[in-house]
Antibody, heavy 117, light 108 residues
């Protein structure tokens, strides 16, 4: 069965970076794009970007263009999302999601990132 | 960027009642590239509907998606206790992928 297992919660200081992982299993890792979506406390869903696990190509939302880096390690079926220069309003749950023809058919459980001094 | 506006913000209904949720797009969602997700507190979103009207695997037939162009609807024919949640629409016509702000279906 398809599973996306994310890394644990993080607490970071403003200005620091965070790297969230999302280990995929139960399907051919290189066959599906992975997207990252975040959700601030009590707020809606915000798309951040995608990575093509096969080629490593990425596409980022303009809002995050200069602060986010999405990578992957195909040897362990794991994509990563790195967000730098963290601010308090980056406090959110970060989800990875598998794309099937545009929509997201499987989601990870989410990783809470708290940015606080 | 396609902006999605969901209405109402909150829907207060009783179990057994019918729920009608709206999602309006700022421009045409070509090929009906619109999905609906359900999210319960502390959980990740779950795919309900894709292609505007196709139920995802395992989704009960009380959930129906309809619409085209700029106006889409999610209907829950008879609310079950487990259906009280927040629902989001999402377009995947082009980048950036965008979501509506959500409709909360709460118990009246």
């Amino acid at each position: 069965q398809v599973q996306l297992v994310q890394s644990g919660a993080e607490v970071k200081k403003p200005g620091a970076s965070v790297k969230v992982s999302c280990k995929a299993s139960g399907y051919t890792f290189t066959g599906y794009y992975i997207h990252w979506v975040r959700q601030a406390p009590g707020q809606g869903l915000e798309w951040m970007g995608w990575i093509n696990p096969n080629s490593g190509a990425t596409n980022y939302a303009q809002k995050f263009q200069d602060r986010v880096t999405m990578t992957r390690d195909t040897s362990i079926n794991t994509p990563y999302m790195d967000l730098s220069r963290l601010r308090s309003d980056d406090t959110a749950v970060y989800y990875c999601a598998r794309e099937a023809h545009g929509y997201f058919d499987y989601w990870g459980p989410g990783t809470l990132v708290t940015v606080s001094s | 960027e396609i902006v999605l506006t969901q209405s109402p913000g909150t829907l207060s209904l009783s179990p057994g009642e019918r729920a009608t949720l709206s999602c309006r797009a700022s421009q045409s969602v070509t090929n009906s590239y619109l999905a609906w997700y359900q999210q319960k507190p502390g959980q990740a979103p779950r795919l309900l509907i894709y292609g505007a009207s196709n139920r995802a695997t395992g989704i009960p037939d009380r959930f129906t998606g309809s619409g085209s162009g700029t106006d889409f609807t999610l209907t829950i024919s008879r609310l079950e206790p487990e259906d009280f949640a927040v629902y989001y629409c999402q377009q995947y016509v082009n980048s950036p992928w965008t979501f509506g702000q959500g409709t909360k279906v709460e118990i009246k």
